[in-house]
């Protein structure tokens, strides 16, 4: 039986919770139990509704055990990522840190998934950037028409471009504290089955496992204020340097420079990436009278 959203202030779908989706409000319902106003779903008993989720699981534990067999810590990212376009109906999947409002992309499966993750960054808009804030799941179920579109209509529209019709992200770390997003995508509208969300969540849980036994730089010789993911994420560094040079062409607190990297960045159909770039190389700069770039 899929996921159905239904309308309420928060949570999964665009905002709303769905029917077994994860709620993004602070109810303290747990999550995945049917929402009020939905009957409970049809099952033979008790007893054979659970063994055979212990039994999905148990199978989707040992995909994803070989999946990522062998794999090296850094190389755990990009694994998990191809798992589930193996595990799942989606096209492709990536993974992001959040910091101060920019996802940091780490691993991507496919160049479509960059460039999704990409246009997010850029954005500073898109149901990742959400499920960041909310720290539960955000389902994009269509990004063609109707409430998704509504929400996210510039992403929408450029995501669609390329490609992506809906998308479905996923917070990585507890209830309280999300760290980064596990983010899938899929080339038509369409909802995750409760089952497909549980091993969306159960993948993303194994990430959130992988990205914490990460070597920090410490742990390698280096300097222990040395960023712990700084060799997955070194291109987003210069995302962050940009941002202080603009602060100190402008004059302004670094909320306000990364909006006008992005402004400039959307402006002439660029990723933030590529004008932070621009910005490190001194290849543009920014006016204090107007804030536009050179």
């Given amino acids: 039986m899929a996921v159905r959203p239904r309308d309420g202030p928060?949570?999964?779908?665009?905002?709303?919770?769905?029917?077994?989706?994860?709620?993004g409000g602070d109810s303290g319902s747990p999550r995945y139990a049917p929402q009020p106003g939905y009957p409970e779903p049809p099952r033979a008993s008790d007893g054979d509704a659970e063994r055979e989720l212990a039994q999905d699981r148990m199978r989707d534990v040992d995909l994803i055990a070989e999946g990522v067999r062998d794999?090296?810590?850094?190389?755990?990212?990009?694994?998990?990522?191809?798992?589930?376009?193996?595990?799942?109906?989606?096209?492709?999947?990536?993974?992001?840190?959040?910091n101060e409002g920019m996802p940091v992309r780490l691993s991507a499966s496919s160049e479509q998934a960059a460039r999704v993750a990409e246009i997010q960054a850029t954005l500073g808009d898109g149901p990742c950037l959400s499920a960041a804030r909310i720290c539960a799941p955000v389902l994009a179920c269509d990004l063609t028409a109707g409430r998704d579109v509504?929400?996210?209509?510039?992403?929408?529209?450029?995501?669609?471009?390329?490609?992506?019709?809906?998308?479905?992200?996923?917070?990585?770390?507890?209830?309280?504290?999300?760290?980064?997003?596990?983010?899938?995508?899929?080339?038509?509208?369409?909802?995750?089955?409760p089952r497909e969300l549980r091993t969306a969540q159960l993948v993303a849980s194994v990430m959130t496992v992988a990205?914490?036994?990460?070597p920090r730089g410490d742990e390698n010789g280096g300097r222990e204020t040395e960023p712990w993911l700084s060799g997955l994420a070194q291109d987003q560094d210069q995302v962050y340097q940009a941002v202080g040079m603009i602060m100190a062409q402008l004059g302004v607190d670094a909320d306000e420079a990364l909006a006008r990297l992005r402004a400039h960045a959307f402006a002439e159909s660029r990723t933030a990436l590529e004008m932070a770039r621009d910005v490190v190389g001194h290849r543009t700069s920014f006016?204090?009278?107007?804030?536009d770039g050179d």
């Fill in 10 to 23: 928060n949570g999964a779908h665009g905002g709303e919770p769905g029917r077994y989706g994860a709620e």
């Fill in 71 to 98: 794999a090296e810590p850094k190389e755990m990212p990009g694994r998990l990522c191809g798992v589930a376009v193996e595990l799942l109906p989606v096209a492709g999947a990536s993974v992001a840190l959040h």
């Fill in 150 to 193: 509504r929400r996210w209509p510039v992403f929408a529209q450029q995501a669609t471009a390329v490609g992506v019709r809906a998308m479905y992200s996923l917070p990585l770390g507890n209830e309280s504290v999300c760290v980064g997003t596990f983010d899938l995508y899929r080339d038509t509208p369409g909802e995750l089955t």
């Fill in 211 to 214: 990205l914490m036994a990460l």
């Fill in 287 to 291: 006016d204090r009278d107007d804030g």
